[in-house]
């Protein structure tokens, strides 16, 4: 059968064509890249490197700080998105806007705030030091940084969700005696906690591939580094330093890789009854 | 239980939705509000669940006062238009879910939950449909599921918003019948909004016509056709 809306066959190819070559050149390459790098000088350097203090210690440091920021921002994302769309009140189009301001912003603006803020010469800087508290090139920093970058993901993903359920079954719940509590955990929860996870996993995934801001707040104190940071130093080291780098990289990649493939699980379980439903 | 709203004046932003409505539901009654879509009908019946607050005016159940109290305090039976079953619960979590949010200390226990389920679902004749989502049901069998998930609660007063509204004109007479016999049985103090004035007439004890926020004319099937009161109810009746 014809149908109207059909492109010509060579504006198909044309289009499918341009964003293979898209997905090869920018995805498939650099990760062929960052196997056959890492892997060059054979598997003992491969793992030697992965068994060196640097490297444990960086991985060690990102799955702490995805472990700290990815919790928090959930927590955020839900109440922000609970906010917007349960509540009515002014300013709520500009609280929607600012939510988004990480998106817009260079996460190495982001970094330097807080540098200005909680560093030396920074507004807390003095207060933070007669106290004993050090958030720049610490845990803390790092955690400040990456939750600044990642905080929209969670929040973003679910107030159009919330938004299309609208707030019948609530009110129902409502009537039938349930208090806030019960509301929340019997009925709203249940019909979010996808998009809720599908949010922790966006705002994970790029909490653990963070730089910008994350370098400016942990500078390059030894133990205080995460992954794409080591990965950095490696590249700029001397002694066989880009083996190294790629070697590090590897794991982050097999770290997005997991994420990726839960991902995918994740809308397969969710499309797929739906998709049941239709027919 | 009779429940009574006086001077009720309720606007949205610029948009006056009722104005200055008084109303008393006597006990066991069986009341209809009918008018046009707009008329505030539908913004009394969630006034009176508690679902909306009014900007003026009092709302009192058995003679005391609940203006002040919330929905989830009230707990009045409430059927929505378009059911508002819970989604990702069976037919049989959505009956029990009035019993499951009780305080724990009036919580019944497992039996009693599963004994008071199966009486509702005999009541609304889906035996056997305890496992089914609602997306597995018909519209009519979802309205019962909702009635039965109001009724679960033991509520003093059921109020249902346009409750036959998205059914086809079948299923409607059906369920039309249903609700009048089990008022017959039950006399449970219920208020219907409705759109259709066969089925306010044919339903209710009394009728409360709306129109512009403003009822013109309370009184029963028989009192309305002879003698309504000004030209809306004559023209909104065609009498």
């Known amino acids: ?279 | 239980m009779s429940v009574a709203v006086q001077n009720i004046t309720k606007s949205f932003g610029a948009f006056p939705a009722l104005y200055d409505v008084s109303l008393e539901v006597k006990t066991g009654e069986l009341l209809a509000l009918l008018g046009p879509s707009g008329s505030g009908k539908t913004t009394l019946l969630r006034i009176i669940a508690g679902l909306e607050l009014p900007d003026s005016g009092l709302v009192s159940f058995a003679g005391e006062d609940v203006t002040d109290k919330s929905a989830y305090e009230r707990k009045a039976g409430f059927v929505f238009q378009h059911y508002a079953l819970f989604q990702h619960m069976n037919v049989f979590e959505n009956i029990a879910f009035g019993l499951r949010v009780l305080p724990r200390r009036k919580r019944p226990n497992r039996e009693a939950v599963t004994k008071r389920v199966g009486d509702l679902l005999q009541l609304i004749q889906l035996e056997g449909y305890e496992k089914r989502l609602p997306s597995q049901l018909s519209g009519g069998q979802r309205q019962r599921v909702a009635l039965a998930r109001a009724l679960a609660i033991e509520p003093r007063v059921l109020l249902l918003d346009e409750p036959f509204g998205a059914l086809d004109a079948k299923v409607r007479k059906d369920l039309r019948k249903w609700l009048r016999h089990f008022h017959e049985r039950t006399h449970l103090t219920s208020l219907f909004v409705t759109h259709d004035q066969d089925e306010a007439f044919e339903l209710a004890d009394r009728v409360v016509v709306f129109n512009q926020g403003r009822i013109q004319q309370i009184g029963s099937p028989d009192d309305l056709r002879k003698n309504p009161q000004n030209d809306f109810v004559r023209e909104f009746l065609e009498v």
């Open chain 1, 1 to 279: 059968m014809k149908r109207a809306t059909t492109d010509h066959w060579l504006v198909r190819y044309l289009l499918i064509g341009v964003v293979l070559a898209f997905i090869v050149v920018f995805l498939a390459f650099p990760v062929f890249v960052i196997l056959y790098e890492a892997l060059k000088l054979g598997l003992q350097f491969y793992f030697s490197t992965l068994g060196e203090h640097q490297s444990r210690s960086a991985v060690r440091m990102t799955l702490l700080v995805a472990l700290t920021v990815v919790p928090v921002n959930t927590l955020f994302g839900v109440c922000a998105a609970w906010a917007v769309t349960h509540f009515q009140f002014k300013g709520k189009a500009l609280l929607i806007s600012l939510i988004e301001i990480p998106l817009w912003v260079s996460p190495v603006i982001g970094g330097l705030v807080f540098a200005l803020i909680f560093g030396r010469q920074g507004w807390l800087g003095p207060w933070l030091d007669d106290h004993g508290i050090q958030v720049m090139f610490a845990f803390p920093g790092i955690v400040l940084g990456t939750a600044f970058v990642t905080f929209p993901f969670v929040a973003r993903g679910l107030i159009p969700l919330m938004q299309s359920q609208g707030s019948a079954e609530e009110q129902a719940a409502l009537t039938l005696g349930a208090n806030g509590w019960q509301l929340f955990w019997r009925v709203s929860f249940p019909k979010i906690k996808w998009g809720v996870l599908y949010g922790m996993i966006l705002c994970n995934a790029r909490a653990m591939g963070e730089f910008g801001a994350v370098s400016i707040l942990a500078g390059t104190v030894d133990d205080k580094m995460t992954m794409p940071l080591q990965v950095e130093q490696y590249y700029l080291s001397m002694d066989q330093g880009l083996s190294k780098a790629f070697a590090l990289a590897s794991v982050l990649l097999l770290l997005s890789a997991v994420t990726l493939v839960v991902k995918i699980a994740l809308e397969w379980r969710h499309l797929v009854p739906s998709a049941r439903r239709l027919h």
